[in-house]
């Protein structure tokens, strides 16, 4: 194991920064004495566009791809048209890097609100697949601000790309107590698409006969994230499926202010970037008052990469610690909740 | 108004036939003693696709076209590959007659067990666009079932299929007491398809003074159905990500045994065909299990279409009131549930 981590931040906008700061935090604290973390900030997002019209120019992708993973804070607002820095970076720096799996896991901590009547058992991961479906770019418009325009989306889906978030997934289900692996998709509607996914994760399930396996429609499987989340332990889907389920899961587990995710590459032939689920909040940005925890468990992702399991793990005991002891009445500042972590871990 | 309806009667697979049966008795129930209902019976489904490998043939979908509306039950069966029954009947039928609206009202009726915390008062329409976007059926795959296979989806998006369901759903929002439509889409993602949305909504919002407006992303928008599901009214949305939200929004007021829908062509060129949400429940089939109340429901929507909205408003009260009174414990049968809202109308 690599006993230096050289890290790449992009705090990027909104309470984006806030919430970094208090990743870096965590990480410090939690390192082992021996490890050597070195950090670079990428002044990357909504500020840098408006200065220069720059998204993300290809010397800073260049320098990106040297670091060993990227911490994202946020990227966005309102300020800049939509798409422009989603496809122009975002977006941009999952497809150069070629993440494949989103990984974005799901759990209800104790003590923490959710939407639910009778707090189910919530503790999933969605798979979601990060470098094809309808993210690719791919589609157009005829006759634009026309009453005859044409606009168009295409998904475009891969053997090659199914197969490897299929596998991927297959092995993280593999892995857990549960071995239970749902493959979402809408296959009696996008019949080739469908039919792809669902050939795969067939032909692939027949390397793990350990992991149960099903499938949900889309639409359904929504239903038992309200109803039942109880019955799902890994679930692998596309790109836009994966979008919308984890916000929705997030939702349910108590909000993206706890939604961590990893956009990885595993072959490690670019670096992977961890990022919180949620966007910049531009209305509460620069008020303390954002939560910083799906940040710090973006870390906690971020180190299990690294192969620093036993430091993910005590980020992650930790957030359970404090947020079964806090006193819910009291509204923390993003500082406090940072600094009760980095105390605990 | 036309004193004779002339409707077509797709019972369809499983349940299908049970819930239409109670459909059928409410509706001859409210109607006025002047009125002339009569009622043809199509055998389409999955037992005529596996007698006579037929899903809708010419002849019957000619016969069709001449109805007042078609009442449908539920379609499919899992002894018949996925897509085969959904492609070439139900949405053959949709596209056919060209059922530009997919109407989707959402209640949570009082007593009703909903699996959010809290009972937050729900009372919103989905009107969802019912003939374009991924499901036009254009796709296609390469090199099918080998390691090279690409297999894509295209949504297609024009000016004239986009307009006219958002005129149609701003006029819906301008009827309401709240006179709030929001539009949902993915627009800093699919950015063709989401700039044609966008510009036509904010086109046609400038003849809707009376209408507040608003924008959420997909994903987003999933997270307000569980938190905060009280701020919407009417939403207006493309045809998958309409897919979706309304089964997550049946989800949220009691489960899709309540959720009615209608495929309207406002035009009246074609007849408009009314169902429930849900599907054809295999498992439960032919045992009275079934509620029936998502199909009767639907044909209130029947009713309004056609004219009949004294009729309509009276069996949307008596599901209330039945909902309101009834004793949750003692599960009813679903010839029950139709004779108890037969009395009532
Ligand atoms: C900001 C947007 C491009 C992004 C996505 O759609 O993937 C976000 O919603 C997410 O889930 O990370
Ligand atoms: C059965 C399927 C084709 C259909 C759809 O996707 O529209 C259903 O889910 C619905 O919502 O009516």
């Known amino acids: 194991m690599s006993r230096s981590i050289d890290l790449a931040v992009i705090p990027g906008d909104g309470i984006g920064q806030e919430v970094v700061t208090q990743g870096l935090k965590v990480l410090n604290a939690v390192l082992p004495q021996d490890v050597k973390l070195e950090t670079k900030e990428y002044d990357l997002g909504a500020q840098r566009w408006h200065r220069t019209g720059e998204t993300l120019p290809d010397a800073e992708l260049e320098a990106l791809k040297g670091h060993d993973a990227i911490l994202l804070g946020a990227i966005g607002d309102p300020s800049v048209p939509s798409g ?33 009547a009778g707090r189910p058992e919530i503790d999933f991961v969605v798979v979601r697949e990060g470098t094809e479906g309808p993210y690719t770019g791919n589609g157009g418009s005829l006759r634009t601000g026309t009453e005859h325009e044409v606009a168009t989306e295409v998904s475009v889906n891969t053997a090659y790309g199914v197969e490897r978030v299929v596998r991927d997934a297959f092995a993280r289900a593999a892995a857990r107590p549960r071995k239970k692996l749902t493959l979402v998709h809408k296959n009696n509607v996008l ?155």
């Open 84 to 116: 422009v820095l989603e496809r122009g970076l975002l977006l941009k720096l999952r497809f150069a890097f070629d993440h494949f799996i989103n990984l974005r896991p799901s759990k209800l901590f104790p003590n923490t609100a959710t939407p639910l």
């Open 191 to 345: 019949v080739y698409a469908g039919h792809l996914w669902k050939n795969t994760f067939d032909k692939v399930a027949a390397e793990f006969p350990e992991v149960s396996t099903d499938y949900l429609h889309v639409d359904a499987a929504t239903i038992f994230f309200v109803t039942q989340p109880e019955r799902f332990d890994v679930i692998v889907t596309d790109n836009l499926f994966g979008d919308i389920l984890t916000d929705l899961a997030a939702a349910v587990t108590g909000g993206i202010g706890l939604a961590a995710s990893g956009n990885i590459n595993p072959t490690g032939a670019f670096p992977s970037m961890f990022e919180p689920v949620h966007g910049t909040a531009p209305d509460i940005a620069g008020q303390g008052k954002a939560d910083p925890t799906a940040t710090i468990l973006s870390v906690a992702l971020l180190l299990r990469h690294l192969g620093y399991e036993a430091e993910a793990v005590r980020i992650e005991d930790a957030v359970s610690a404090d947020l079964a002891e806090r006193d819910g009445a009291t509204p923390r500042t993003t500082d406090e909740i940072g600094d009760a972590l980095a105390v605990r871990v």
